[in-house]
Every structure is written in structure tokens, then in C-alpha cells.
């Protein structure tokens, strides 16, 4: 069974950094893209990085310039640095593995969340 297990959240000042794990288990077959999720208190769950299986990498308005998004094969685990984090930035971060085609998805896998928290 795929299992998507984030770490590194937690609490950090305005101007502070984070970096955000997300290790994976489990056989994924296939072309596969990653990316990371959030969703802040009362909101919709929405996209903040992408990487697709051909290093394409892509970022939320909000994010682009702050946020790297990247990953690790041989740790099998996909990382999200955020730096000049904002208090806007407060919200639950979520892993995302998605097999695809142009046509349907064929297999899609979320992690548990973990939180992140900028406030002075």
C-alpha cells in the first residue's frame, strides 16, 4: 500500500523558513507527478507547487519567488522549502503523488498534513 508521511511543520516568526518532508512508500508505477497542497482555516483545499515527472516544476502567485519545490529519488521523498514565510502562509500542507494521463486520473495518494503556523 502507498503511504505518504509529512514532517516539518510547526510554529515560525514572519521572515522565518520551514522545510516540509514527505516520504514515500510503497510501489508507484509509472510516470508520476508530486506536489503540495494547503488549505487554511475555513478555506478550500488549493495547489502551491507542482513537479511533474519531467522536472517541470509550478507555483501559486503567492508562493513564486518563497517556495522551491523538489525531491529526492533515491530518499523517495519530495521537500518544500519556504522561506519569508508570512502569516497569509498559515495552513495545513498536504503531500500529493498523482498518476495521470491527459485524459483521467489513474491513481492519486494524499499524506496526513502537517501544520504550519506564522505568527510573531
Known amino acids: 500500500q502507498v503511504q505518504l508521511v509529512e514532517s516539518g511543520g510547526g510554529l515560525v516568526q514572519p521572515g522565518g523558513s520551514l522545510r516540509l518532508s514527505c516520504a514515500v512508500s510503497?510501489?508507484?508505477?509509472?510516470?508520476?507527478?508530486m506536489g503540495w497542497y494547503r488549505q487554511p482555516p475555513g478555506a478550500q483545499r488549493e495547489l502551491v507547487a507542482a513537479?511533474?515527472?519531467?522536472?517541470?516544476?509550478t507555483y501559486t502567485d503567492s508562493v513564486k519567488g518563497r517556495f522551491t519545490i523538489s525531491r529526492d529519488n533515491a530518499k523517495n521523498t519530495v521537500y518544500l522549502q519556504m522561506n519569508s514565510l508570512k502569516p497569509e502562509d498559515t495552513a495545513v500542507y498536504y503531500c500529493?503523488?498523482?498518476?495521470?494521463?491527459?485524459?483521467?486520473?489513474?491513481?492519486?495518494?494524499w499524506g496526513q498534513g502537517t501544520q504550519v503556523t506564522v505568527s510573531s
Open positions: 500529493n503523488v498523482k498518476r495521470a494521463t491527459s485524459a483521467i486520473i489513474l491513481s492519486e495518494y
Open positions: 510503497g510501489e508507484i508505477f509509472g510516470p508520476h507527478s
Open positions: 513537479l511533474t515527472s519531467g522536472g517541470t516544476t
